[in-house]
């Protein structure tokens, strides 16, 4: 549904000089779910993600905060527990892999907040965003949990907010910058979900937001996507675009809004781009 | 170091207090000094009309959980001084997600009435025969027996915050203490409840409870587990399970997330069909996720391998357990 957070982000990062290459063999990490089947089989099917890293000899950088999460989550239980890992390789071995736990997990916003750095960002700016007032939502799992993840602030976050002041924008305080977008429920509790969502984009709005921004394309989609649905269950416009982390960085940077894929948004951003 | 306590003050008693309200107090607060120590001092010298539950001073207890800045705390293991510096401030509120009587103090009946709901003691089966529990087996439920009853999970709790009704994080930690617990006779029934509306699935991964846990109780992996053990016990008519299934059987096939699969499956036939509206306009956007026909990864034999191998290995431990309680 958010093919244009991949293909921004990989616009984005050629432009600021960030090599990547891609994980053919990849599977999907389970989004949690695949942890509620079987908690064995998630840690070997992220494994062997793992395993793939390791053979390229990189650590592993994805552009969602539930990648991040569950991702982090098996490694730090595998690093935790050789027995775990141990057992978790024995299945591994049964289609010739292994993985020796050396790797990293990163997300974008830690590649730019932390790796590239905010001073370096900035330098790269040529349309500076002067036109934003952002509310920046990391979403759960870019925070939580801290043990797991290790490079932001649970209670009080500062990369998301630093990117969007690095790229000339000013980011909005509000309450729900650190609570949940209802995602994972969409399918199986809708009425929670939509509630949660308006709540979150109504709290961003009172508080002065233009947009949001996030670096999450789950949350993108309840955010965005399903925006309307949040709208009628809260029996109010909202009328809220709502930016790719990757997107607002690649209007910073001189990219096209068509370069952004912005056209693909339900909620239109025109009226705020400048 | 001198600081400045701002409380939220609540007496419904007196006409003047019964609307919320802050009041500010100064401290001179020493390296080390816990909130707690703090609130017994500001009543001590201050004011004696200040209200708060506590008792152990210790952790042990759980009576003493407030939110601290904003996120749910113990306070006699949160000191002040960090606290304060972090976040430029030291704002004492009651509990979220629970209605506040007098001050700090909130009313717990609705967490008890949410722990009552899963019956939180041992049913074994009638004429079952004895069975030692192994260390392995205790570990299985270890964490959820670390709790102290506190309530910072479900003041946490982000779908609780949404829907009161949901039975919410502690009850869940306890329900698994149960299930999890190889003794327990009614493991199933208990998983057939706990599937029902405003049960375990309808817990949104915030990760919260697990995060604000001052006891490592760990309520996201107690959930997890329960609905892993619903799974296998066969209770999967319900979207939570259909959703979970989907997946597993999206990444078996595919390798992938197969997004248009995903929303077939949990909705079934006739509330996917509700969502042609709204699917036509995701489609206007070029949104509209369309089914995989083909593997989306390279080698996805490896996966199946996977598949095989953990499948494989679940299905003989629950064998091994049945026949452990056959005796």
Redesign the interface.
């Known amino acids: ?1 958010t093919k244009e957070a991949n293909a921004t982000t990989r616009l984005v990062c050629k432009k600021l000089g960030i090599g990547l290459h891609d994980m ?5 990490c ?12 998630y840690l ?2 992220n494994a ?1 993600i793992f395993a793939e890293a390791e053979a390229m000899g990189m650590d592993i950088m994805t552009i969602c905060s539930t990648c991040l ?1 569950v991702m982090s989550t098996a490694n730090r239980d595998l690093l935790a527990d050789p027995k775990l890992l141990e057992k978790t390789n ?3 071995a ?4 292994r993985y020796n736990g050396t790797i990293k997990i990163k997300q974008l916003l830690w590649v730019l907040a932390g790796d590239y750095g905010l001073d370096n960002l900035k330098k790269k700016v040529v349309k500076p965003l002067n036109w934003i007032k952002a509310a920046p939502f990391y979403g ?2 870019s ?4 043990d797991a993840l290790g490079f932001d ?4 976050p500062w990369s998301l907010d630093a990117v969007i002041e690095a790229l000339g924008g000013e980011a909005v305080q509000y ?1 729900g910058k650190t ?2 977008c ?4 969409d ?3 809708a ?3 939509e ?2 969502t308006a ?1 979150r984009l109504l709290d961003g709005k009172e508080k002065g937001a233009n947009a949001f921004v996030t670096p999450c394309p789950f949350c993108h989609i309840n955010l965005d ?1 399903y925006q ?2 949040a709208e009628k269950r809260a029996s109010q416009k909202i009328a809220m675009p709502v930016f790719h982390l990757s997107q607002l960085v690649g209007l910073s940077l001189g990219l096209t809004a068509e370069e952004m894929g912005l ?4 909620v239109s951003p025109e009226k705020i781009l400048k | 170091m001198k600081i400045k306590f701002k409380i939220r003050r609540y007496n419904p008693a007196e006409a003047e207090t019964a609307e919320p309200y802050i009041q500010a107090y100064m401290l001179d607060v020493p390296e080390g000094m816990t909130v707690l120590e703090a609130l017994l001092n500001i009543v001590d010298d201050q004011d004696p009309t200040l209200s708060f539950r506590k008792s152990c001073r210790s952790a042990i207890c759980g009576s003493c959980a407030v939110s601290i ?3 749910s705390k113990l306070a006699c293991n949160t000191q002040v001084i960090p606290e304060y510096k ?2 430029g401030e030291m704002l004492i509120e009651p509990l979220a997600n629970h209605t506040p009587l007098k001050d700090l103090i909130v009313d717990f009946a609705p967490f008890w009435r949410k722990m009552e709901k899963v019956a939180p003691y041992l049913t074994p089966e009638e004429g079952a025969p004895t069975m030692a529990v192994t260390p392995k087996d205790e570990e299985r439920v270890d964490r959820s027996q670390r709790c102290v009853m506190c309530g910072c999970c479900n003041a946490e709790c ?2 609780m915050a ?2 009161e009704k ?1 039975i919410a994080p502690a009850a869940l930690a306890k329900a698994w203490r149960i299930v999890g617990d190889v003794r327990e006779g009614n493991a199933k029934k208990r998983l057939e409840r706990l599937s029902e509306e405003h049960g375990m ?8 409870c ?2 604000y846990c001052p006891k490592d109780v760990s309520p996201l992996k107690a959930i ?2 329960l ?2 053990a619903a ?1 296998k016990e066969g209770i999967t008519d319900n ?2 399970a259909k ?3 989907a ?2 059987d ?2 078996e096939r595919f ?3 197969d ?1 248009a699969a ?2 077939f499956k ?2 079934g036939f006739l509330r996917s069909l509700g969502m042609i509206p ?1 699917g036509l ?2 489609e206007k ?3 509209l ?1 369309r089914p995989h026909i083909f593997a989306q ?3 996805l ?3 199946k ?7 494989r ?2 299905e003989a431990e629950k064998k091994e357990m049945e026949s452990r309680k056959k005796g």
Not at chain 1, 182 to 185: A, D, E, I
Not at chain 2, 305 to 311: F, S
């Open positions: 549904m053919p063999k990849a599977n999907c389970g989004a949690g779910l695949l942890t509620d089947y079987d908690y064995q089989l070997a099917l062997r999460m024995e299945i591994l049964t289609a010739g892999l759960c799992h925070l939580r949990p801290s602030d649970p209670e009080r309450k609570k949940c209802g995602f994972q429920v399918l199986v509790v009425e929670t979900a509630k949660m709540t996507n309307g649905l056209s693909r948004h339900l | 800045n904003g996120f972090k976040a982000n779908s949404i829907d949901y699935w309808d817990c949104v991964r915030c990760v919260h697990t995060q997890e587990e609905r892993s799974m979207p939570g959703h979970v299934e997946m597993k999206s990444v390798g992938r997330l997004e995903m929303t949990t909705l709204f306009r995701m956007h070029g949104k996720p990864i390279e080698d034999d490896e996966v391998k996977i598949y095989e191998e953990a499948e290995r679940a």
